[in-house]
């Protein structure tokens, strides 16, 4: 075969052992996989193992974090990130080779269509509409900036769009839904600055209201029938549990506060 650019995958793990060896399989082509894993205790060193370019990393840190210390283990021209829940179709995947093969001059990276599974279906509306992620990009182009548990790389330059998407299996049931929730608002409240005042139970009311109105509403994630209304419903879920945490932590944090201030009288 005709040279072409190198391209090394950067995963994240933590006990997902299950979702592992199918996501690797998908890019098994790559020159190289580094996965970084936050000391899982399931299988996923010995999925890892099945893997002759797979080179894995056993690190402490946010996820974010892990992600860029990945990138900075790559090797190879190009760079890919991806979880182990997504899946990279074999369309994808030869349009990839097509990139690395020519790489267009002055083009920084690409954006990739994100097809999003829930409970066994593919969305088209609400949460599956149109959207792109920054995901393939040259070696030393982007990185995270570690603030929270969403958030896009940071980059610049010229980025184009595939055309054609990866597939990413967001939620396999309610109680994963409800798991990811609890994760993530634990993860993102303690990383917020404090308002000087209390964040009200009607800004809880209201996230959560705009979320629901949002993604089953606006975006008609209802056509996607019951799945959809759950996305949506889900949705409006997360926002209340993460303003209402975020209201334990200021009520926890003022209250403590308080004891400092009496025992140093």
Not at 3 to 21: E, F, Q, Y
Not at 56 to 66: K, M, Q, T, V, W
Not at 163 to 179: C, I, K, P, Q, T
Request: charged content about 30%.
């Amino acid at each position: 075969m005709p040279p072409r650019a190198t391209l090394s995958v950067v995963i994240p793990t933590k006990n997902t052992a299950r979702l592992l060896r199918e996501c690797l399989e998908s890019v098994a082509w790559a020159d190289e996989i580094v996965v970084v894993d936050m000391f899982s205790t399931d299988d996923t060193a010995a999925v890892c193992a099945d893997f002759p370019n797979c080179r894995l990393h056993e690190r402490e840190d946010y996820i974010f974090g892990n992600v860029n210390f990945g990138f900075d283990q790559a090797t190879s021209d190009w760079v890919m990130r991806l979880d182990t829940d997504e899946r990279i179709t074999p369309e994808l995947a030869a349009e990839i080779e097509s990139i690395l093969a020519q790489p267009p001059a002055g083009v920084t990276g690409y954006e990739l269509r994100e097809r999003r599974i829930v409970l066994g279906r593919e969305l088209a509306h609400g949460a599956g509409r149109e959207h792109y992620r920054k995901m393939l990009f040259r070696r030393g182009a982007a990185r995270y900036p570690v603030r929270h548990e969403h958030e896009e790389l940071e980059t610049s330059g010229t980025w184009l769009r595939a055309r054609h998407g990866y597939l990413h299996y967001n939620y396999a049931s309610v109680a994963e839904y409800l798991e990811k929730t609890n994760y993530y608002t634990d993860e993102d409240v303690p990383r917020v600055t404090l308002p000087a005042q209390p964040p009200s139970a009607g800004k809880a009311l209201l996230e959560a209201a705009r979320a629901f109105y949002l993604y089953v509403l606006k975006w008609r994630g209802y056509r996607d029938g019951w799945v959809g209304i759950l996305d949506g419903g889900m949705r409006a879920v997360y926002q209340f549990t993460y303003w209402m945490k975020l209201r334990e932590r200021w009520e926890r944090e003022r209250a403590a506060s308080q004891v400092s201030t009496r025992s140093q009288e």
